[in-house]
C-alpha cells in the first residue's frame, strides 16, 4: 500500500510559478511510475506529466510542454512538478498518481492517488 501526499498548491498570479510536490508512503516507491493529473471545474480529470521510476523518461500533456517540469527523488520518496509561466487554465486540483505501468497516460492505469493539492492561477 502507497500513501500519496501532495503540496505546494496556492493561489498565484498569471505568469506565476509554483512548485508542487508528493510524497510518498513505504519502500517502494523506485518501483512506481509516477504521475500528475488535473481536474478542472467542470472538466475531466486529465494527464499533466509523469516520470518512470529511474526517471530517465518524461511525458507531458501539449498544454504544459515547455512550461511545467516533472521530475523525482528517490531517495526522498518524492515527486515534483515545477509549473511556470502559469495560466488561468491551469487552474485545477492536480493529483499525483502512482502505478506500475508504461501506460503512462491513462489514469486508470495507477494504482495510488492523493488527495490533490488546489492549484488556482487569476488573470
Known amino acids: 500500500q502507497v500513501q500519496l501526499v501532495e503540496s505546494g498548491g496556492g493561489l498565484v498570479q498569471a505568469g506565476g510559478s509554483l512548485r508542487l510536490s508528493c510524497v510518498a508512503s513505504?519502500?517502494?516507491?523506485?518501483?512506481?511510475?509516477m504521475s500528475w493529473f488535473r481536474r478542472a471545474p467542470g472538466k475531466e480529470r486529465e494527464f499533466v506529466a509523469a516520470?518512470?521510476?529511474?526517471?530517465?523518461?518524461?511525458y507531458y500533456a501539449d498544454s504544459v510542454k515547455g512550461r511545467f517540469t516533472i521530475s523525482r527523488d528517490n531517495d526522498k520518496n518524492t515527486v515534483y512538478l515545477q509549473m511556470n509561466s502559469l495560466e488561468p487554465e491551469d487552474t485545477a486540483v492536480y493529483y499525483c498518481?502512482?502505478?506500475?505501468?508504461?501506460?503512462?497516460?491513462?489514469?486508470?492505469?495507477?494504482?495510488?492517488w492523493g488527495q490533490g493539492t488546489q492549484v488556482t492561477v487569476s488573470s
Open positions: 516520470i518512470s521510476r529511474g526517471g530517465g523518461s518524461l
Open positions: 498518481a502512482a502505478g506500475v505501468t508504461w501506460n503512462y497516460y491513462s489514469d486508470s492505469a495507477y494504482d495510488y
Open positions: 513505504g519502500r517502494t516507491f523506485g518501483t512506481y511510475a
